[in-house]
């Protein structure tokens, strides 16, 4: 099984590329099918989330061109069937976003339940009652979603907790609704307003993306568009990360500034030094990270996709930190991992202690989720000697050709599938 092998203790140094937003590219495509002409998307992704989602496109009948790794063009016209099986769920839970754009196009769409989580348990309940306000009759029935309607009608829709997915699933089916949607307490991730924008630019009327009220006028057909993804503010986040982690200076591109301020500020305020440019950002490694306490919240608060990167760092860093996680109640499965390299960290309730210790030391791990594995690459870099990190099928989820953007900035990282190819990289690199 293919797993990360590093040799830590190098300070990462140079420039790295970043790509576009994995969870904006989810939203993207899913509204791709909505226009019966040619959607062309760039500054995709190349991870497997959003080669399975586009599979599971590509399974219900639209017809999809790949132009080439990052570019993707879909026409919705030649859609034959409305049901996205639990085969397709299972492989990318984002999947559920063909519910809102199938609903919207087509008056009805059938997909089958999300399964639960690592990272806790993951509910759509707010997505079905916005389907259910716009006059959708929803049945949930042996694991499938079933929703249809003769014609959706626009309605005021507030979300008892401003979830991302609700909001983006609610924004496709209403699109095409008759008449006027507002969705109150909308959530205001920076790929919400990456999917309303593409929307626009397909001739839908979407408002006030990027506040906590989206005004929505129906409009009976939407149109092609080319339209290119932000970039990814949590791939940014990582490498942010990863240099404060190791010391390292390091110029991240192709980023949104204004979207990282959170994570920024967070590394100022542990003695890092971090330089905003247009679309750039350098950080700085101090020699003397301190403590800092961190709670995730909905944009533009901490973002909890970059809980356990940061909580890295802060194993490092000197005295006593907390990290709350407010967003999901089990998002901290990589405590024990960080802990069996030496970190001090002790979990209760949603809140991580972390007692800050001079240095890390390798050992095997494994990734127990997209994230918390990016993590422990980030320790196990910074790490003293071997750290082997397992079950990266979850990094390469979210992240594309990690290693080699890592390896590009200095690290010590390859990619192996047996033990005699770890044992060949760790002659080689002694
Ligand atoms: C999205 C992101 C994920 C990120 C999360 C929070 C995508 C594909 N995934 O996930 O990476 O960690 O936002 O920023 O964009 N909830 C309900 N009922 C619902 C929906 C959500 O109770 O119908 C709860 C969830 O259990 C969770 C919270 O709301 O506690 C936030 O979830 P949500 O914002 O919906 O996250 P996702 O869209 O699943």
């Not at 791939?235 to 301020?261: R, S």
Request: proline share 3%; with cysteine; hydrophobic share 45%.
């Amino acid at each position: 099984m293919e797993r990360y092998i590093m040799k830590g203790g190098v300070t990462l140094e140079g420039e790295v590329e970043i790509g576009g937003a994995k969870n904006a590219a989810l939203g993207l495509l899913a509204a791709a099918i909505m226009a019966d002409e040619d959607v062309t998307i760039e500054n995709l992704p190349d991870v497997s989330d959003i080669n399975q989602l586009i599979k599971a496109i590509e399974n219900i009948g639209a017809t999809v061109t790949r132009n080439d790794r990052h570019t993707v063009t879909i026409n919705g016209k030649t859609i034959y069937s409305h049901i996205v099986d639990y085969e397709q769920m299972k492989k990318i839970r984002a999947s559920y976003y063909l519910l809102g754009a199938l609903l919207g196009k087509f008056g009805k769409a059938e997909v089958a339940l999300p399964g639960g989580c690592d990272i806790g348990s993951r509910p759509i309940d707010l997505h079905l009652k916005g389907f259910s306000a716009l006059g959708a009759d929803v049945v949930t029935d042996h694991g499938m979603v079933n929703a249809k309607s003769d014609q959706l009608v626009g309605n005021n829709i507030f979300l008892d907790f401003a979830s991302v997915g609700a909001t983006i699933n609610i924004m496709l089916a209403a699109v095409n609704a008759e008449g006027k949607t507002i969705i109150e307490n909308a959530a205001k991730e920076p790929h919400i307003v990456d999917v309303a924008n593409m929307l626009n630019s397909m001739g839908a009327n979407v408002r006030g993306a990027g506040t906590d009220k989206i005004r929505i006028v129906g409009v009976p057909k939407l149109h092609g568009t080319v339209y290119s993804t932000i970039p990814d503010q949590i791939e940014a986040g990582t490498f942010m990360c990863a240099a404060a982690a190791t010391g390292g200076e390091v110029l991240i591109k192709n980023v949104i500034p204004k979207h990282l301020e959170c994570i920024s500020a967070k590394l100022v305020e542990m003695g890092c030094t971090v330089i905003e440019y247009d679309d750039a950002v350098k950080v700085k490694g101090s020699d003397n990270m301190t403590c800092a306490k961190v709670k995730t919240l909905p944009y533009p608060g901490f973002p909890t996709d970059m809980q356990p990167q940061m909580a890295a760092c802060l194993a490092l860093a000197n005295g006593n930190s907390m990290v709350t996680e407010s967003i999901f109640e089990n998002r901290f499965k990589y405590v024990d991992e960080l802990n069996r390299m030496g970190a001090m960290i002790k979990v209760e309730g949603n809140t991580a202690f972390i007692s800050g210790v001079g240095g890390l030391e390798g050992t095997q791990v494994s990734a127990p989720d997209l994230r918390a594995g990016a993590a422990l690459v980030i320790a196990g870099l910074a790490a003293n000697g071997f750290t082997e990190v397992d079950d990266i099928v979850y990094i390469q989820r979210g992240y594309e050709r990690f290693e080699e953007k890592l390896a590009g900035l200095g690290a010590i990282i390859e990619k192996v599938d047996t033990d005699k190819e770890g044992q060949r990289f760790k002659l080689k690199v002694g």
